[in-house]
């Protein structure tokens, strides 16, 4: 049912303290790490950042993982997906946010979509891309693990389930999904 690719900018940097929430430009504060993760977390490879037990249960058929974690220029990004179907999953480790989450937030105000979600195990995250392609089934979710690294999840939804849910709530789940296996790796 899962699936979507968002090859958006991203970036990955050493955990520093919290300090006072940043303001993005159209002024709505970015949320602070209370508890961050080390930001060697997703600075290695994001094919293992799920499990073979978590990915198989993402999707009906067995999917094909990327061979290699893809290189994209501003992120380390593995997908698994069902061609037949028309689904995938995407992990991106993007290095190219040195802010965290205060880089996405820096998106607002230039159109297309952004929306905070409820945090996934403490950490804040916000569902964005230049465009709103949810009624297509796809959703790119950033999760902050310090306040200057961060990483995203991105879905597709199979063809025959397009129109059926939000695909946001997928990508949170994967992103749920991914953090356990980071913070197990900690």
Known sequence: MLAACSRTTGGTATPGPSSAPATSSSGLPVPTVANPLPASLIQGDPCKALTDAQVKGLFTNTPTRDQVADDTGVAHACGWHDVDRGSLVMIQFVYAWKRGLADVYATQGRGGFFKVLAPVQGYPVVAYS?????????????????????????????????????????????????????????
Not at 130 to 156: H, Y
Not at 180 to 186: D, H, I, V
């Open 130 to 186: 230049p465009r709103d392609d949810r009624s297509r089934g796809t959703c790119g979710v950033a999760v902050g693990i310090a306040d200057n690294a961060a990483f995203e999840a991105d879905v597709q939804f199979a063809n025959s389930a397009v129109g059926k849910a939000d695909p946001c709530d997928d990508a949170r789940k994967i992103a749920n999904l991914a953090l356990t296996t980071l913070k197990g790796g900690a």
